[in-house]
């Protein structure tokens, strides 16, 4: 059946409302699971990598090849979605994450450093998805509820990324009964995760939100030509100065809690911590990143998305301060993971949702992908630079580092803020 952009326009604000509560479910429950899988792994990648290789420089590459990852899957993920609706883009990055648990068992399992960190690459497709997901929760929500509904899918990844730490050892003995290596069962436990996630994905979000929101706005699927090309995303960029402050902030705040973040189990194992502190200390962390979320989602709606970006500076600032002088006080390095995350989650949330209202609906999948690309090569990028300086340095030199990143980011925004027009 052919439709005409003028019809979907005809459909009751009530059904759209209930389409976009079913939506907000469907990616809600994906996020669950989906931070499951992403949390899990992520508690003790860079433990192994350091066990594997003897080399604590080396281990810094366990975030870096994760982030990476999910910086090469933006863009497919981001294309895949402007020819074949959000749900094409989310199958595809669950999809790669859960290949990625499966190289990196048989990693483990052969005592491989370089397979384990290939396999990594692909598990970054679990937070390609996450990421994707937060996107997916805009496109039918209304311009000053925007930040709101995408924080509140932000949320839902609390109770995964929560979780998964702290289920780490329980399926490292779990795997070891079943014959799995040490260290391998977390990577199996995240494959059913992903899976999960995916069948999620698949079935219930459906009608697909973007598909849809295109209709509304009498806006015809351009094809796979359009988004298959950054050159879309720099042309959009270069007209709207808002969406490009935005993903400066976005990077800024990645790369600084990634860098941190990273390098913080590797501290406290070296510090002689056991897997339950490590674990504690990381679910924690997250816990800063997502349980506060709808309220810097609300905040940014109606205080202003800038002036909540401005905040998450301050906050990473005092996150990066208090990392540099922690020292061995493992209480010290847990505030500063928590304030890290929060400071996180006012950068993502409030730059995210400025990124969308700032780009036409027919180009935003392509922004959104170079977004993610841009985030997540920055951060990327930053965990490269953190296992160098924690490796010939110390963990308080990373903290200084991020924390003068983190000013000059800020006072820019500041007074960028201050000289455009209203």
Known sequence: MTSTP?????????RIRSIQRRTLGVLSATQIMGGVGVAVGLALSSVVVDELSGSTVISGFAGTATVLGAALLALPAAKASGSGGRRAGLALAYLAALAGCVVSVTAISLGSWPLL??????????SAGGLAARYSATDLSPRDHSAR???????ASTVGSVAGPNLAQPADELGRSLGLADKAGPFAFAALAFAAALAIVIAGLRPDPLKLARELHGTEDRGPGRNRTVRTAFQTLRTTPMARTALVMIAVSHTAMVSVMSMTPVKLHHDGSDLKVIGLVISLHIAGMYVLSPVVGWLADKAGKVPVLVLGMAV?????????????RVWQVTAALVLLGIGWSCGLVAGSALVTESVPIDRRPAVQGLSD??????????TIVAG?????LSFGALGLGVGLMVTAAGLWLSITWHRTPA
Do not use: F
């Open 388 to 392: 160098a300086v924690v490796g010939r």
């Open 373 to 382: 690309l841009l985030m997540n090569v920055c951060g990327a990028t930053g």
């Open 316 to 328: 990473l600032l005092a996150a990066a301060m208090l990392a540099a002088t922690a020292g061995h």
């Open 117 to 126: 960190l290939a396999g990594l690459v692909l598990v970054g497709g679990g």
């Open 6 to 14: 003028t019809e979907p326009a005809l459909l009751p604000t009530d």
């Open 149 to 155: 509904h995408l924080s509140l899918v932000v949320w």
